[in-house]
């Protein structure tokens, strides 16, 4: 007992925070006895993960305020005893400055059903800030919400999941007034380069927000034009308490945001936990966390998901329209949408259901426009209300086309991949391995994933030939594609950019492993039947080497290609490229080639390719066949 009431004094230095020392080491007595610290409600609470290597743990937020003990990021025990001492203090909540019971809400709440705390001996103080906000909250369910994969963004570039606190009073329809609670990267920077850099060594906070809803899904459809999943959570409403209280714990917290395992999506599931503490949902991302992950990892819990609900963007809902109509009928609603003389002389030939879809088109185009800040009507909200008037006065019923619902994101192939596979090059059969780390490239199938969206990271390769041995293919930490197609309403940009090591034949007759940078835009555009994508891409390319002539080689071309769905399960990607190398060492590499990919089921893939490639002079034929593995 007198250890108990020394380490109180010690700790705190002051009696204000141990009214009662005698209490305090009951309760701290009790806590070893019941070894609370040990508890999985505990750890979850204080976001204690085991160390990589050894048997310790460390909590993973960052900010000093959120440890009560100056070892409680590393000693669970420590922590939980600082926070029984800190239960004692007799500060005043006030607008600036809350108690240590307030701020520390679901802590006190836990360790009070554990402890029965008496009353007497420790009042229960009152939060009137904690209180005015959760009644704001009025939360009773929790739906976890995916966006797609936004490719222009680093930070989105792998989708984004946000958790929303859906209100007692509200139904499906008032769902926009939700709240949300979003955990990202606190930055104000808007270089792509500099916070991907950032982002993969730890350069930024990571906090969490909360905000409504509605501005998510029109930052998300209405901006970016990515669709949305949302994934009710089965949650009691226990649970759901147990996640508004913690929640209240976060808010000021910070985590050091890595952009690969750290990140929003692994800060999210960290939250989610306390809900249910037999949950280990962050346990299986110890090298990095992928937003779909998560959201596959949550879908895999037995009864954790109610329910899914389907929310494409606008810029979806307006493509399917453009699909049911004729090429005159889309020149209709678009010169309706830009407000020009002769659309409403064009738009009274029309049959009243044809008129109507345009004018319905015509208005949806028009809002998009204005959204994305691409408006180029003087005064498109007068035009809006035009368009509504005009469809008005059409008796015809709604033209919204019915959407069918794509496969959800949790429902399409593992985002790692390995691939056992044999071939021949240049007379020489051999063996290889490969192996990606994430995500998607564009030969895998589309269910869950943005077509025409190649993310890359670390994919590697080894090859064992007969007569040179095992040695390393290639190694391209980043590799990313963006096909978007073109049509007379969106005019997107496709890009690449890649950037590792890979063989290259070269003029002194080697083949070494050259580190190189290559990339390139373009644009690319597809059938109506979604079956066949076309695309042409200016490149440009750096390669540095020793065995180059003066260390490098600099050069600009183009590559073409086509991706061709023959079958559901089939894929073809015909493409050529040339490069003519015009600093360094001249040369003019160029490649043609097919591949080919059959999916054998969700997870497993046939992939056979050929290619015919010319570098330093030399020409090379090639053949492979691959059996990968996604997981």
Sequence with gaps: MHRLLFFVALVWGSAAFAADPAYLAELVARSRELKLAERPEWRKLV????DLLGPGVHGLLDNPDFYLSREGKRRPQAELEATLAALFSDVVETKERQSPQCAFIARRTWLDEELHFDRIRLPVQDCPRFREWHAALNAEKLTLVFASAYINNPSSMYGHTLLRIDARDQDERTRLLAYAVNSAATTDEKNGLTFAIQGLIG????????????????????????????????FGPEEVERVVRHLWELLPAYYQYYFFDENCAYHLLGLLQVARPELELTRPFRWWALPLDTVRILARQPGLVAGTTYRPANATLIAA??????????????????????ARDALRTLPAEEAAAALETG??????????????????????????????????????????????????????????????????????LAFRATYHDVMD????????????????????????????ERFIPVDILSLAPRDDFFQPRSWRVAGGWQRKCVQNGSEPLVAGVDGGAGAAWETRDHRTMVYALAEAALHVHHELDNGHSVGAGARIGALLDPAPRW???????????????KDTPASIGVQNRVALGRDVALRIDFA????????????????????
């Design 321 to 342: 329209r453009l699909e049911t109509m004729s090429k005159a009928e889309r020149g209709i609603a678009k010169e309706l949408s830009q407000g020009k003389p002769g």
């Design 47 to 50: 976001h204690y993960e085991p």
């Design 445 to 472: 199938t589309d269910a869950g994933f943005l077509k025409g969206a190649q993310i890359q990271f670390f994919d590697t390769a080894f090859r064992h030939y007969a007569e040179d041995g095992t040695r390393l």
């Design 203 to 234: 350069g930024y906070p990571g906090t969490f927000s909360i905000l409504p809803y509605y501005i998510k899904v029109r930052e998300y459809s209405d901006l970016e034009n990515r669709d949305l999943w949302e994934y009710q959570l089965s």
């Design 571 to 585: 894929r073809i990607n015909a493409y050529a490229s040339g490069i003519r190398q015009f600093l360094g060492e």
């Design 363 to 432: 208005h949806d185009y028009l809002n998009y426009r204005r959204a994305s800040g691409k408006g180029e009507v003087p005064d498109p909200a007068a035009l809006a209300r035009e368009l509504v008037v005009a469809r008005s006065a059409i008796d015809a019923p709604s033209q919204a086309p019915r959407l069918k619902t794509p496969p959800r994101p949790d429902e399409g192939h593992g985002t790692s991949r390995v691939g056992f596979g044999a071939g021949r090059r240049n007379a020489q059969d051999f063996q290889e």
């Design 612 to 631: 015919r490639t010319r570098e330093a002079d030399r020409r090379f034929n090639a053949g492979s066949l691959s059996l990968q593995v996604y997981f």
